[in-house]
């Protein structure tokens, strides 16, 4: 017995010695080249051994032998560097959450300043960020949203938004469109429209159907067939803008008609704007765009400033109220913690103070313009240059085009999404800081990328 105790006290006498040297790290203002080295080093090897081996198979930041990578060390703007010191400009944004670059100086100064003061809640007396950040809310959000209920991430929005949905009608019926992507919980995953994440997972909940994305028609259709079964639709759930699904802008007047179908229905309206909220379509939601008021909105990646993280489901009262009896019936233990309600509050402030939104606008269009200009004579690589604000999608005929393209965009210091297996469509989302010169340079990196690229 007195060996095996002896044995458990030496382990952690490594682990002890091995967590002095990362807190340590933590600590320096800057890493010297061994630190580096050592860093990349215990990255890359924790990865295949601790996390998951298949983020180093696909990345376009690690080599072809997963012995070196690319690995991420501090931010600030629109910009970020490796451990190594090399900078690049961030058109990626943790696909979407640095609306206000990355360690906005007010966000971060709310939330060191809240931390001084008390970090998490007793969950017992009433506290106060969580209800001054759900007035707030209601009064920037569409329409009557009036209540809401806070999240760490989308998909706890979402998994909220349906459980809202189910507690108003006693419905089951949902419907959700082709290309969505609403999470990856069984909840939020039925939503979600594409094969590779749902099928080892099913079956998942019952009562979700999809329909084509912007085809009015087969939505009216759909739901009048569930009003003849029986099955009554209990919500729709729509992004405005499609962003997994490679940046899919609805026709004109498909949101309006959505709307209308649901009322004549009984059927409430949810949008998911976790990702097109907090100004990145040049608005300070994209349902402004359509003039369309949701039932229920789904809040989150830039709702933290990039500093916490931090979402919302906000609601109309008379869909919100069900949960007024029973205030437990749906709870988190961090959702709404003075942190993150903090970075929300100042996040909302900052994208105010200095008209992002209205900057998305004319950024993106001149983005946009930028990039077409560039993509003119290679006709037989890119298929389509689109997008509403800083939320521009690059579709070309081919993932390998798009891997390669983006990998080459990579290597010139300039970061944009698009992996192994999913780079028909690269997305572009800088943050909505971004200054014109950083946007001329992502431009030319583009136009000699492409230069490079085989069709």
Known sequence: MSTQVKEHNKNYEEVKSYLEKVLNLIEKDTVSKEDAEWIT???VENFRDHVNP????YRKTVTKDTQFAAV??????SRFKDVNGKEYIDCLGGFGIYNVGHRNPKVVHAVEKQLHRQALHSQDLLDPLRAMLAKVLADITPGDLKYSFFVN???EAVEGALKLAKSYSNRTTFIA???AFHGKSLGSLSGTAKSVFRKPFQPLVNGFRHVQFGDIDMLRKTMEACATTGDDVAAVILEPIQGEGGIIIPPEGYLKQVRELCDKFGALLIFDEVQTGMGRTGKMFCAEHSEVVPDIMCLAKAFGGGVMPAGAVVAKEEVFKTWFPNPFIHTTTFGGNPLACAAALATINTLIEEKLPERATEVGEYFING???KAKGHEDKVLEIRGQGLMIGVE????EVGYEVSKGMFDNGVLVAGTLVNSKTIRIEPPLTIEYAEVDRVIETFGKVLEQVKA
């Open 41 to 43: 080093k215990e990255t």
């Open 54 to 57: 298949g983020f180093l198979d």
């Open 72 to 77: 991420e060390w501090s931010d600030s703007g």
């Open 153 to 155: 991430s989308g998909t």
């Open 177 to 179: 469109a082709t290309k």
């Open 371 to 373: 990039l077409k200009e």
């Open 396 to 399: 070309f005929h081919k993932d």
